[in-house]
C-alpha cells in the first residue's frame, strides 16, 4: 500500500529539461493527491507542484510556475514533473508524496498533508 517509485533525476546545465516521474503501487495514481516537493541540506522539504486526485486540478510555488508542469498519465499509472528552463537553484533532491485524503485550502502544500513518500531522485543543474 502506497509506496511511491521515483526516477528520472540527473545532472544537466542551466537552461536544460528534466521528467522525473512517479508511480505509486497498488492503486490508480488517480485516486491520489500527488505532488512533488524538494529539499536542500539543511532545509525542510519545499513544496513545488501538486495534482489533485479526481479532477487534476494543479498548484505550483511561485519560484516555478511557468517552468515546471506537474501531470497525470492514468494509461501508465504515472505522475510527471516537466521541468523547463532549469537554473542552478533548482538543485535538490525531489521528492514524490501522495495522499488519499482530502486537502483543504493551501494545506496542499505541507508535507505534512501527505503519508506516502518516494525514495527521492537528486537533480543538479549546473551553472
Known amino acids: 500500500q502506497g509506496q511511491l517509485v521515483e526516477s528520472g533525476g540527473g545532472l544537466v546545465q542551466a537552461g536544460d529539461s528534466l521528467r522525473p516521474s512517479c508511480a505509486p503501487s497498488g492503486r490508480p495514481s488517480s485516486s491520489y493527491t500527488m505532488a512533488w516537493l524538494r529539499q536542500v541540506p539543511g532545509k525542510e522539504r519545499e513544496f513545488e507542484a501538486a495534482i489533485r486526485s479526481g479532477g487534476g486540478s494543479t498548484y505550483y510555488a511561485d519560484s516555478v510556475k511557468g517552468r515546471f508542469t506537474i501531470s497525470r498519465d492514468n494509461a501508465k499509472n504515472t505522475v510527471y514533473l516537466q521541468m523547463n528552463s532549469l537554473k542552478p537553484e533548482d538543485t535538490a533532491v525531489y521528492y514524490c508524496?501522495?495522499?488519499?485524503?482530502?486537502?483543504?485550502?493551501?494545506?496542499?502544500?505541507?508535507?505534512?498533508?501527505?503519508?506516502?513518500w518516494g525514495q527521492g531522485t537528486q537533480v543538479t543543474v549546473s551553472s
Open positions: 508524496a501522495a495522499t488519499m485524503r482530502f486537502l483543504g485550502g493551501s494545506y496542499y502544500q505541507k508535507q505534512g498533508a501527505y503519508e506516502h
